[in-house]
Each structure stands twice: as C-alpha cells, then as structure tokens.
C-alpha cells in the first residue's frame, strides 16, 4: 500500500494555521517514529492514522491566534458547547478557564499533560484549570472526541484533551506578546523563555512564562452597562432591588417601598427607577497574572543488552495564579427587620431592609493560587523489543483566597436595632447596646454607612482550598513475536494504576462564627482511592487485499476499584477497515464511567443564589383558569413585583455520600476519505452518540420552580425541593411556603444525586486541503460540529429537555448557556518567501430559548460570525514578527431576555470585540 499519499495529506492537516480534521499525523519528523497517540498506549508510526477521532493542534496554531492563555483557543473548537468558566465569568468562578467536550461539563473531559493527570481544581473533582498551562511549552494537542474509559479511566466520558510538551526542544527562544482592545482596555501580555539542550544520553528543556490579562468593566460597553429587564413592548434599564437608598417591604402589606432622594417621599419601589445598577462596579473581563516555570528531562541510565535499557525521565510544573473578580457591593440579603420604634423608619410598620452598602465600593474576590506537579519515573526497551516504563506522579494545589466587603449579618442587624431583641424593650443606648457599635445606621437614605459603621460590621472571608493527587503507573507494550495474520504482528498493553486524590477547605474564622452572609464556616474535605488494571489489544487483520486494503481490530478493557464506590468493568472495540487506498471507515463502541468526586460526595450544604425564569412574574395575563394562574393567585404573588422580572433564589447545594458511578455508552461512525487524484485533500465525517444513566447533578433551580408552579394545586415532587426561606435564614412570606419576603423563591435543595440521564448526538465534519497557488502555497483546514440532540431529564418523573439549538440553563454548571445546532471554524492561510497570512472564521449557530415567557421579547439568536486575521514575517533567520485582530468586525454579543449577566450568554459569546495583538519571537 502507498501510504505516502495519506501521510502527506495528514501532515498536511497537521501544519494547517487551523483545526485539523480528524484524524492526526503523528510526528513533525521525517524519519519514520513510533509515538503514543492520545486514546491508546501503544505506539503508533508516523505514516499511521487513528481510527479513533481525533482533532490535532500544533504550536504555530496556537501562536496565531494570539491567545496567551488556552482557555479561548481550546473553547472555540466545535465541539466544545455548553457552559465553560474562563474571563468572562465574574460571578461564582475562582479564576478557572475549564473545557466541556459535548457540552457534557469539564469533569466528564479529561485533560492530561503528555499522557498523565493534572491535579484536579480544588474539591471540584475532575476539573482541570487550563489556566495553569503554559502556552509557549505546547508542541500540539490531540483531542480524542469519544469516550475513553476503558484506556484513562473516569472522567473521560466525554473524550480526552491531551497537551503534549516541547520535550525535545533544543536551543534558546524568547516570545513576547501584546494585545489590547480598540477601546483601549483589556490589555494582554506574554512573556517567556524556553531553553533545551541534548547530549548522547540525554535531553533537557526549561521553560518559563509570565502572563497578565487586564479586566474590562461592564459599564465600559454599551451591551453590558446597565442589567436590562422587559416591561411590555419595552426594554429598560433596571437594576437589582437591593437598593440605595434601601427598597423596603412592610411585614403586613408586604409593599415594596422606597424613600425617594430627591422628594424624601416614601413612594412604590419601581425598578426602573430605583434598582441598583451592579453592572457599573462588575468586571465584564477578569483580569489575572500568571507565572509558570516548566521542565523536562531524561537521561540514559544502564543499558543491559541481554535484558533491558533504562532510561530516567522527570517532569516539573509551577503556576502561581492571582486573579480577581469584582462584584457589586454587598447588599442585606439576609433581608433585617426594622422596628416601629427605630428612629429611621419612614413608616409606622415593621419593615425588612434590602439595602445595597454602595459605600463600600464592591465585593472583591482574590485568588493566590499556587499549583505543583512532579512526575519521576523510569522506561526502556527489553532485548525483545517490548518496552516498559513506570512514574510517579505528585500534583498539588493550594489556594488562598481572600473576599473583601462581605456583611457580617449579626453586626448589621445591631446597626439597626433600636429595641432589645430578647424583652422588645426601647433600648437607652441604639446598637443593642453593643459598646463597639459606631451608631444607630440609617439605610433608608444614600451615604449613610459612615467608615466606623463598615469597619464595624464589615468582614474579610479568606478560606483556603487544598488538593492533591498521588499517582504510580506501570505499563508493558508488546507484541506477539511473529503472530500476525495481516503484515504486521498483533499488539498489546497492559499496565496497573494506583490513584489517590484528596481535597479539603479550610474556612474563615469569622464565618465559621456565622458571622459572614451567604458563606459556609463548615470545613470540610474527603479523599479517595482506586487501584486500575487495563490492557488493550491491536490486531492487523488484513491489508493489501484486492477488497480490503486494511482491517484492524482494537480492543481494551479496564477494572477499577474505588474505596468509595466499589469495583467496576469497562469495555471499548475499534474497527478500522479501508476498502481501498483512499477510503476509510472507521467505528469504536466504549463503555464508560465517573466516580463521583469529592465535592460530589462530601460537600456540605451550602447556600448559592441561582437565577432563574419566575412563572408568575405577570402572571394576570396569562389566560383565565390555567395552572399558573391559580398557582401564583394562591401563593399571593404580585403580578407586578419588579423583583420577578430577573430573579434570584437563594438555595442550597450539598454532596451525597449514597452516591454511586456514572455510567455511559459512547459509539462513533465515521469515513475518511483522502483522494488520491488530488494530492493533500482530505475529508471526514464522523457520526458520535453518547447516553449517560445515573449521572450526578442537581435540579436545577429552573425546573423545579417550573415543574412546581405548572402542576394541579402544587402536587409534583418538584414542590417538596423547594422548602422555603427559613431554610436559608431568610424572612419568609406571609402567603407562600416556598417565597421569602420579597417575592422571590428561596430555600431549593440541589444536592448531588444520581437522577438524571444524558444523551446526544451529532456529526464532526472535517476537511484540509494544502496547494502550491503561484509562488507560494495556501492552505484550507475546516471542522465543524452539528449537534443533532443534547437530551436531559433530571429524573424519571420529568420531562425530557433537548437543548440542541437552544439556550437554557446548562444543566451542569446551572448557568444559562447556548448549545447550538452548528458550530463551524474556518482556517485559510497563503505563505510565500519571508511571510505567510492566514484568516480564520468562527460561526456560532442560531439558538432560541429553551423556555420562553409569554411576553418575553428576545428569545432568538441569529448565527454569530467571527472573523480573525493574522499575519507572519520571518526574513530574519532568527527572528519572527507576527500580528493579527481577532474579531475583526467587531461583533458584539446578542440580547437575550433569559441572560445569567452581562444582558447576553458570555459564556458563548465574545464579549471583549475587536483586538489587537502582536508577537516578536527571538530564536537562537
């Protein structure tokens, strides 16, 4: 067979300034090479293919898009859908970048550094922190888009993101990158030296890198500078109902009521007019600094002809990261009653204050996060040509957080405490006669929370997260002699794993004391283990024959036994069958499983405030005698509360020690086809579905809500989760269970459980094409992704929700998120002489919302293109210039009425608009 063809169109993919297709040359050398290719752990030559998809990007990839992290390079692949944490999520994410392959959630995608684990992100188990990867270190990235548990183990339901490093780089580079935004801000910068050097017995590589992002604010865009809400035909400008002045609610009327500045009047809370407009004081772009050193090295230790050589490897890796997010100032969530007898109080009734403490500036959340990783072990070749190796594996992460502005609830409430709480008796001294209180404060008017009063009642939160893995692998690649009933002789693996993880937070003191709002004092952890065999089969069957010019078979297996969850049995097989020269199909059927994670199984109930769609925001408009109707009527819902329009229920997530593994089904189909009456084109379409049953999640504050206000008098199960604001230490409503005060749900249970079912489905396009065009060569490379189904039903009894070409709330992360139908990411490049030019087009298809309200009025996003250029000049031999704009046209993200912040979906969108970048690279 004449492979020279398929390994020139491979290659050809490979060198492509873009997504590759899915199949992956397997060395950049042109001397014949046998490597590990990711979904395997038996070595492969360059001219072969994987029968397993796979996507491949090189290094030069990376540099011209311009990203100095990987987080925005990795999340503009196809098939990655859903909600990812990366910059432009400032509410609830610690600095993480993570990947969702499927959109099935970062920890069913596994992200290994040269083939072994990353230290998960604290407790979220399974999680890895792309940010913690230096992008100067990447030679490639093979991303295996089908299920691999029978060869890695858990998490890698969704497929495997494989970051192979420059470990054979030799001589000195120093790369510096800047970017900033055309309204000046956002500014980025990359830094970094790599050094390597070989000798006869051995090779050596250093690496150090720096990064910074700068933040952007949300008031410095015209899409994000005040939250939106809907009135009618009407968008307006409006704003949270925790308010300055404060917005206050009569114990009895329950009215929503406000002391208006300018007249002093006490006048209907009217949110657009008097909401608090938090996006002013939210970054739209976090900003973070980076600082990784990275090594490699190995090193010839004995070679015994007659048994075996030993050769010594070891890999370190440092990252330290600090980064912020900012936040609008704390507000009195915790909803403090004011009495009668209080001076302030603007009406002869017991109130409960909503005040946001502007004063104070905001919510600062910091991260100084330092990461460790070592890895030492052994390999070599025995006289048989069977090689071995074994390590050890060592990660740490440890994150010292710090959250600055945060009320201290019993503090506050003695600011307003005028009567004795324990005999309602008028006290002589305000403050509950607390020695240390600065004075009686009065929320009902701007300014007033002096500097004695927030150095009184305002508290710093700095908790501590840690955790740790422990790694030891031995692995054996062989073959059976001269067994073969094709060409080549029969292969196989087999290799052991003991694995440890553990994790554990440390929390502050003062909320240990239960003196933070809406913060956990609990500390808490868990740790687990599991020994793993595996072994894997590759069996050539046929090639060259007159109709089958190649058939192999693939097969693995792996056991694992968990001291949490008990023992398990996987299973994959692989066909690869090629009729003739330039046709390939290909197909792999794996079974799968997740252990459930430590945050999974030992986080203790914690509160966390979810958006989510009220049913009875309006609900007099909605038709006479429906379900909804009669629901809100009987729970004493106003209509027209402001607060409904985008609200906010306070709930609480918790682990579950009962709970047991994921398990999953993955099946791939697909055709390769290279032509060979046209040289360097390629094609392929693979077809992928995955199920997973007894997935762990939560409900999601949405379907609960939902399914509750749309069943006959309260009667679905749904009903029974949402337990009310007491549970959550909220004031609670005078008509309804589930309400507090002010209208808003609150008091949801969203433990962890095995409930609920994934399934999707769809097809990964690819082509390539290089030609010589004039004097010089161009290249096209394109892949794209249609997601036929994204199936999930949060438990038997309910309803199946497909969000393929939708936008709703993720059900993995909860946060509200498009997963469009298509997907699309377009390369093409020209390079004559000294220079070489490339653009690459970015699609994001049409979405609507999962579940429209009535008067909702966006509930549909067009496509979303992207534009990106990029240019190179290399005359110098040791020199390269390079530059380019990312979102050249300046697209700005889509309204929608369903948003989680920002008035878009910014974990689908660009948010930042067009950038500018350049790089210099010194080689010597």
Not at 293 to 306: A, K, P, R, S, T
Not at 401 to 425: C, H, K, Y
Not at 504 to 527: H, K, N, P, R, T
Not at 543 to 558: T, V, Y
């Amino acid at each position: 067979m004449d492979r020279s063809r398929l390994s020139r169109a491979i290659k050809g993919a490979i060198a492509a300034t873009a997504v590759s297709t899915s199949f992956a040359t397997l060395s950049f050398a042109q001397e014949v090479e046998e490597i590990v290719v990711t979904g395997t752990r038996i070595q492969r030559a360059t001219d072969a293919t994987s029968a397993t998809p796979i996507s491949v990007f090189d290094a030069a990839q990376l540099e011209n898009s311009g990203q100095t992290t990987l987080e925005d390079f990795v999340q503009d692949i196809p098939s990655m859908t859903g909600g990812q944490l990366g910059s432009s999520v400032n509410n609830g994410n610690p600095g993480l970048a993570t990947a969702s392959l499927r959109g099935l959630g970062s920890s069913r995608t596994l992200i290994l550094l040269n083939g072994r684990r990353l230290v998960s992100a604290g407790t979220t188990t399974g999680t890895v922190d792309l940010n913690i990867i230096p992008t100067t270190i990447v030679e490639r990235m093979e991303i295996l888009k089908s299920g691999a548990s029978s060869i890695y183990g858990s998490d890698a339901i969704a497929g495997v993101i494989n970051i192979i490093s420059k470990q054979n780089f030799e001589g000195a580079e120093i790369t510096a990158n800047y970017g900033i935004t055309n309204e000046s801000d956002g500014e980025e910068y990359l830094a970094a030296m790599t050094f390597g050097a070989s000798s006869e017995s051995g090779h050596v590589m250093l690496n150090w890198e720096y990064s910074r992002r700068d933040d952007i604010s949300q008031g410095d865009r015209k899409f994000s500078d005040c939250p939106l809400f809907e009135s009618g035909d009407r968008v307006l400008c409006g704003g949270s109902g925790t308010s300055s002045p404060a917005r206050f609610t009569t114990a009895v009327t329950e009215r929503s009521l406000i002391v208006d500045p300018a007249s002093g009047q006490v006048v209907d809370f009217d949110t657009a007019l008097y909401g608090f407009n938090y996006a002013e004081v939210s970054y739209l772009i976090t900003p973070q600094e980076v600082v990784t050193f990275y090594g490699y090295g190995e090193h010839d230790l004995w070679n015994w002809e007659d048994f075996t050589s030993v050769q010594g490897f070891s890999e370190i890796l440092f990252a330290n990261r600090q980064s912020d997010q900012l936040l609008a100032p704390e507000g009195t969530f915790f909803g403090p009653s004011v009495s009668t007898d209080n001076p302030f109080n603007p009406v002869d009734e017991l109130v409960f204050v909503a005040r946001r403490l502007t004063e104070t500036g905001g919510r600062g959340f910091t991260q100084d996060l330092n990461t460790w990783r070592g890895v030492f072990g052994f390999k070599g070749e025995f006289a048989n040509e069977w090689t071995w190796d074994m390590s050890y594996n060592y990660a740490r992460w440890v994150d010292a957080q710090i959250d600055t502005g945060r009320a201290n609830q019993p503090r506050f409430e003695t600011l307003l405490a005028s009567v004795d709480p324990t005999t309602g008796e008028l006290l002589q001294t305000p403050c509950a006669d607390d020695p240390d209180c600065p004075g009686l404060w009065n929320p009902f008017v701007e300014n007033s929370l002096t500097p004695e009063m927030q150095n009184y009642a305002l508290v710093t939160n700095s908790p501590v997260e840690r955790s740790r893995l422990l790694s030891f692998q031995a692995n054996v690649v062989g073959d059976f002699c001269d067994f073969a009933i094709g060409a080549e002789p029969w292969q196989w693996a087999l290799g052991y794993e003991h694995r440890s993880e553990k994790a554990e937070v440390v929390a502050d003191g003062a909320a240990s004391l239960g003196q933070i709002y809406f913060v956990s004092g609990e500390d808490w952890g868990g740790s687990y283990t599991v020994d793993e065999g595996y072994g894997e089969l590759v069996a050539p069957l046929m090639e060259g024959q007159p109709w089958a010019d190649l058939l192999s078979a693939e097969l693995s297996f792996r056991y694992s036994d968990y001291n949490t969850v008990g023992d398990d049995t996987v299973w994959g097989v692989v066909l690869d069958y090629a009729p003739i020269e330039q046709v390939r199909f290909r197909g792999t059927y794996s079974e799968g499983f997740r252990a459930p994670g430590i945050d999974d199984l030992f986080l203790p109930g914690t509160q966390s405030a979810e958006t989510y769609s009220d049913p009875c925001y309006q609900w007099d408009q909605l038709p006479s005698g429906s379900t909804v109707r009669a629901n809100c009527q009987a729970d004493g819902v106003n209509p027209n509360n402001g607060l409904l329009a985008s609200p906010q229920a306070t709930g609480l997530l918790g682990g579950n020690e009962d709970l047991k593994s994921e398990e999953s089904e993955n099946w791939t189909l697909g055709i390769v086809w290279t032509p060979t009456f046209i040289e360097d084109l390629s094609f392929t379409v693979d077809y992928f579905n995955i199920t997973i049953d007894d997935a762990i999640g939560t409900f999601t504050t949405n379907t609960l809500v939902s399914n509750c206000y749309n069943s006959v008098n309260f009667s679905s199960p749904a009903c029974d989760f949402i337990t009310g604001a007491g549970t959550v230490g909220l004031p609670a409503s005078s008509t309804s269970p589930r309400r507090q005060v002010n209208g808003t749900i609150a008091g949801q249970l969203l433990n962890a459980q095995n409930i609920a079912t994934f399934e999707t489905d769809g097809v990964d396009l690819g082509a390539s094409y290089s030609m010589e065009l004039g004097p010089g060569t161009v290249t096209f490379d394109g892949t794209a992704t249609y997601l036929h189904e994204w199936k999930y039903q949060a438990s038997e009894d309910e309803p199946v929700i497909d969000l393929a070409g939708h936008f709703g709330a993720d059900p993995v992360t909860t946060r509200i998120a498009a997963f469009p139908h298509w997907k699309f990411y377009l390369t093409g490049g020209y390079e004559y002489d000294c220079w070489s030019a490339q653009t690459t087009v970015r699609m994001v298809g049409e979405v609507d919302d999962i579940d429209p309200g009535d008067t909702d009025l966006a509930t549909h996003v067009d496509n979303t293109w992207y534009q990106d250029i990029n240019f190179n000049y290399f005359r110098w031999e040791d020199v390269t210039l390079s530059g380019g704009i990312r979102n050249m046209w300046n697209q700005q993200p889509p309204y929608v009425t369903n948003y989680d912040d920002m008035n878009t979906l910014p974990l689908n969108y660009d948010t930042v608009g067009r950038f500018f970048y350049g790089r210099v690279t010194f080689k010597f």
